[in-house]
């Protein structure tokens, strides 16, 4: 059994001590110290060993759970999972700019369906203040620039705030050299459906259920599509095609709609499946910062050692939807056919926006912002669960997915759907029905409700004329 004596927990950093504790069982796991189905030590001895809470133990064992590195079985403790026989450690990519570099200055929301005419709108989930000054120094700045057309690939100042960003907060790895900025993250899935043409590829699979417009713009691409099912952990990865050079879009952090989040033992079976097939896997990870509970799960990309993940983010969840500003990361092969077709193309990001992100993000208010928001928006989540349970009955029940922008909500057998979500557009309330919402298969019809722009103090009662008879 492993000894955590060596954990060397600092209560002197600014790193919370949970994190601390996570990173060096992650690290022993990875490294291969220690083995599939070794018991790590009970949450009292844990806390004995480290001098932490028992409670401190508890989160960090819990996000260990949560990425698949542990498991528990009960009245048993804690094990070490089985991941593959692979080279799980993280080191240097070639061409990868140095984090020193990176930081040299400034120099997808999920929605589909009929949008009311009407909205809630919740002025605490962004500061507007801050982003103003950001835009109002821009045109004082860099009034030169602003006469210039805009880099096809996006502009160099935010290239390098994002690199930047991507490695602390997400674990990606990317020079500014791989980044392509687009305006949303289906203006990218173009570019990239010709990247992928290029490579001979034909065939891309996409998640049951799962995001309908990225479908829709692979079917006027030419491309033939797979639906995949989605489990408990994940895209069903044993339903993949085999012995063909294919692509597959996956949300492995926070998949969409489901919330499912793919174990690390899958992640590495899914870069397998991609290397054995000469295949393309496109990482969604449109939200996975808001993650209310434990970390945000470290992105797939870090894991990549083939150069065979695509990585896709946008800022429209973090940000304010406006603002259609998404990126991609692209592997080495894949950029180079990215500068072959780049000149075919004009940059639709404005230029302004671009550049107020980059200092946006470069003096740190950025960060500050999701922080404030993933605060925010848990509470929301937990008063919407609590309304739907009080206000619901047996009408509807909420299914909690402990992160994202929305909530899912499951109708009983006496709810008219239809009803239910005009009466959510009267409201100003974002429902979407399950026609609209990625369920419109299966057994479970579920409907996708959006908690993030109502206001904290009116969901309780917003909820409860909802839910009224």
């Given at each position: 059994?492993?000894?955590?004596?060596?954990?060397?927990?600092?209560?002197?950093?600014?790193?919370?001590?949970?994190?601390?504790?996570?990173?060096?069982?992650?690290?022993?796991?990875?490294?291969g110290r220690l083995p599939a189905g070794e018991?790590?030590?009970?949450?009292?001895?844990?806390?004995r060993q480290t001098g932490l809470s028992i409670?401190?133990?508890?989160?960090?064992?819990?996000?260990?759970?949560?990425?698949?590195?542990?498991?528990?079985?009960?009245?048993?403790?804690?094990?070490?999972?089985?991941?593959?026989?692979?080279?799980?450690?993280?080191?240097?990519?070639?061409?990868?700019?140095?984090?020193?570099?990176?930081?040299?200055?400034?120099?997808?929301?999920?929605?589909?369906?009929?949008?009311?005419?009407?909205?809630?709108?919740?002025?605490?989930?962004?500061?507007?203040?801050?982003?103003?000054?950001?835009?109002?120094?821009?045109?004082?700045?860099?009034?030169?620039?602003?006469?210039?057309?805009?880099?096809?690939?996006?502009?160099?100042?935010?290239?390098?705030?994002?690199?930047?960003?991507?490695?602390?907060?997400?674990?990606?790895?990317?020079?500014?050299?791989?980044?392509?900025?687009?305006?949303?993250?289906?203006?990218?899935?173009?570019?990239?459906?010709?990247?992928?043409?290029?490579?001979?590829?034909?065939?891309?699979?996409?998640?049951?259920?799962?995001?309908?417009?990225?479908?829709?713009?692979?079917?006027?691409?030419?491309?033939?599509?797979?639906?995949?099912?989605?489990?408990?952990?994940?895209?069903?990865?044993?339903?993949?095609?085999?012995?063909?050079?294919?692509?597959?879009?996956?949300?492995?952090?926070?998949?969409?709609?489901?919330?499912?989040?793919?174990?690390?033992?899958?992640?590495?079976?899914?870069?397998?499946?991609?290397?054995?097939?000469?295949?393309?896997?496109?990482?969604?990870?449109?939200?996975?910062?808001?993650r209310y509970f434990g970390r945000p799960i470290?992105?797939?990309?870090?894991?990549?050692?083939?150069?065979?993940?695509?990585?896709?983010?946008?800022?429209?969840?973090?940000?304010?939807?406006?603002?259609?500003?998404?990126?991609?990361?692209?592997?080495?092969?894949?950029?180079?056919?990215?500068?072959?077709?780049?000149?075919?193309?004009?940059?639709?990001?404005?230029?302004?926006?671009?550049?107020?992100?980059?200092?946006?993000?470069?003096?740190?208010?950025?960060?500050?912002?999701?922080?404030?928001?993933?605060?925010?928006?848990?509470?929301?989540?937990?008063?919407?669960?609590?309304?739907?349970?009080?206000?619901?009955?047996?009408?509807?029940?909420?299914?909690?997915?402990?992160?994202?922008?929305?909530?899912?909500?499951?109708?009983?057998?006496?709810?008219?759907?239809?009803?239910?979500?005009?009466?959510?557009?009267?409201?100003?309330?974002?429902?979407?029905?399950?026609?609209?919402?990625?369920?419109?298969?299966?057994?479970?019809?579920?409907?996708?409700?959006?908690?993030?722009?109502?206001?904290?103090?009116?969901?309780?009662?917003?909820?409860?004329?909802?839910?009224?008879?």
């Amino acid at each position: 059994m492993i000894q955590l004596f060596s954990a060397n927990i600092d209560h002197n950093q600014s790193t919370p001590l949970y994190v601390q504790l996570y990173r060096f069982i992650k690290g022993e796991i990875s490294g291969g110290r220690l083995p599939a189905g070794e018991r790590l030590p009970s949450l009292r001895e844990a806390a004995r060993q480290t001098g932490l809470s028992i409670t401190t133990c508890s989160l960090a064992y819990g996000q260990l759970e949560t990425e698949g590195y542990i498991f528990s079985k009960p009245q048993s403790g804690f094990y070490v999972a089985d991941l593959p026989a692979m080279d799980k450690t993280v080191g240097t990519v070639p061409g990868v700019l140095s984090q020193k570099a990176a930081k040299s200055g400034p120099s997808g929301n999920k929605t589909a369906g009929t949008v009311p005419t009407v909205l809630w709108h919740d002025p605490e989930a962004f500061d507007f203040r801050s982003w103003r000054k950001c835009v109002t120094r821009v045109y004082n700045d860099c009034e030169e620039q602003l006469f210039t057309r805009g880099d096809v690939q996006g502009e160099l100042a935010l290239r390098r705030e994002i690199a930047r960003y991507v490695y602390e907060a997400r674990g990606v790895y990317a020079s500014e050299e791989q980044i392509v900025v687009g305006a949303g993250t289906q203006q990218l899935t173009a570019h990239l459906g010709r990247i992928l043409k290029k490579l001979g590829i034909a065939y891309v699979s996409v998640e049951e259920p799962g995001y309908l417009p990225v479908r829709r713009m692979f079917l006027d691409a030419g491309f033939s599509l797979r639906e995949v099912p989605v489990g408990p952990e994940g895209l069903r990865i044993d339903r993949l095609p085999v012995n063909i050079p294919s692509a597959v879009y996956v949300s492995p952090a926070n998949q969409f709609p489901t919330g499912a989040v793919m174990p690390v033992a899958k992640r590495y079976e899914l870069l397998e499946w991609a290397k054995e097939n000469e295949s393309v896997i496109i990482e969604d990870d449109y939200d996975s910062e808001l993650r209310y509970f434990g970390r945000p799960i470290p992105a797939l990309q870090g894991l990549d050692k083939d150069g065979r993940v695509v990585y896709i983010s946008s800022f429209s969840s973090t940000l304010f939807p406006a603002v259609r500003i998404s990126y991609m990361v692209l592997p080495a092969k894949l950029t180079e056919l990215f500068a072959s077709i780049r000149e075919e193309y004009s940059q639709t990001c404005s230029k302004t926006e671009q550049l107020a992100l980059a200092y946006f993000m470069a003096d740190g208010t950025y960060e500050s912002n999701i922080r404030k928001k993933r605060a925010l928006y848990a509470r929301k989540l937990t008063k919407a669960v609590r309304a739907f349970g009080k206000y619901g009955g047996d009408r509807i029940r909420p299914l909690d997915t402990r992160s994202g922008i929305s909530l899912l909500l499951l109708p009983g057998d006496g709810l008219d759907v239809e009803a239910f979500c005009r009466r959510g557009a009267e409201l100003g309330l974002r429902i979407l029905p399950p026609e609209n919402g990625a369920f419109s298969s299966g057994p479970e019809k579920r409907m996708v409700f959006y908690y993030n722009q109502v206001p904290l103090g009116e969901l309780d009662e917003l909820i409860r004329r909802l839910c009224a008879e």
